[in-house]
Every structure is written in C-alpha cells, then in structure tokens.
C-alpha cells in the first residue's frame, strides 16, 4: 500500500523490524517512507491527530489506534486477547468505534482449529470473544454507550458467525439502565464486503 499509494508507512519500531526479519528478501526492503509511531505519544496527519496505544497480543509490540478531528474521536482495536485499563481508557468517548468480537467460545471449542491453536486465541494474548465484549457493552462503567456507529471486526469465519456476534452484542446492549441506553447503531462488519462510509 505505501509503495502503490507513495505515502508513508506508520508503525512502530519493534513491528517494522519484525516484518524486515520475516521478509528479507521481499519488498518489506522497498518501502521507501516510514514514519515510527510510539504508543501513548499524539502525532499528526494533516487534520487528523493520531495516538497509538499498547494492546495486549502476541505480536511483535502491536497497537491500537485513535483518531481525533474537528471534535470527533475514532477509534479500532482488535487482535487483544483481553480488555486492560488502558484499552478501556482510550475506548472512552468514542463517536466510532471498532472493535474485535473474534469467535464464540463454543464454537472455538468444538472447530477445527489445532488444541495449541484454540489455547492461543483464549488466552490473555490472543483474541477476544463476543462473551468478553458483551460484558463490555453490558457495563455501563465501562462503556459509555456514547459512539454513534459501534463496529464488531475480525470475526472468524471458522468461530463465529455474523449473526452470533450481533445477538450477543444486543443482548448485552439491552441489559444497560434506560438511563445509559445505547443509542447509536450497530454494525457487524464482514472478510469480504466494507462497510460504509459513515458520515461523522
């Protein structure tokens, strides 16, 4: 994409080393524009300021993202294997949110997925489920219920199903006190089909 769009490359420093070890013979060597970003540290792209944040995974030192711009906070977050403090932090006030709702935990279970495979997704490094995101979206503590288009990503195709993410996902929602009702729209976003585009 940076080669094909000739704009710059962000990531971090740990990330782009990792991808030059895995690709050192590849065109990983041809990018010719890379920009590091560092978590918890605000940078700009034209109007928009951008702040990486620690996620918890096992990657080579992977971030989520949000997005601020004219009074509009956008935020993703997916592949975390759990929700810490600082995820729930940067979530807060979120106009748009996305965010992973991985696989059911029964599905993942009883799927095809390798035993070593399955104890990687579960674990406090891997994905998330729709059960932890629903007690998420069920908290009104935790979630403010603030963002006007909520996104369940990264749904896998051997785990999970469109239609178990959003009846878990309702179903939390519609636990919430009237008085922190949820009031934006939910969206289930597909491998295949994008979303959008949204008018914040």
Known sequence: MAREWKCPAYLTEPTHR??????EDGPAKKIERIVYVHPGVRFEIGDIEVTAFAIPHDAADPV??????????VVIVTDLGYMPE????????ADFLILESNHDLEMLKVGPYPWYIKQRVMSRTGHLSNTVVSE????????DARPRHLVLAHLSEQNNTPDLARISA???LGRRPG???????????????????FDL
Request: proline share 4%.
């Open 64 to 73: 989520g993202y949000c997005f601020r711009s004219n009074g509009t906070k």
């Open 18 to 23: 990792e991808i030059l070890k895995m690709c």
């Open 179 to 197: 008085e922190f009702a949820f009031r934006g729209i939910l969206h289930i976003a597909s491998q295949r089909t994008p979303l959008g585009p």
């Open 136 to 143: 998420f979206l069920s908290d009104a503590e935790l979630f």
């Open 86 to 93: 600082l995820v729930k932090h940067y979530l807060r006030e």
């Open 170 to 172: 309702e179903e939390a």
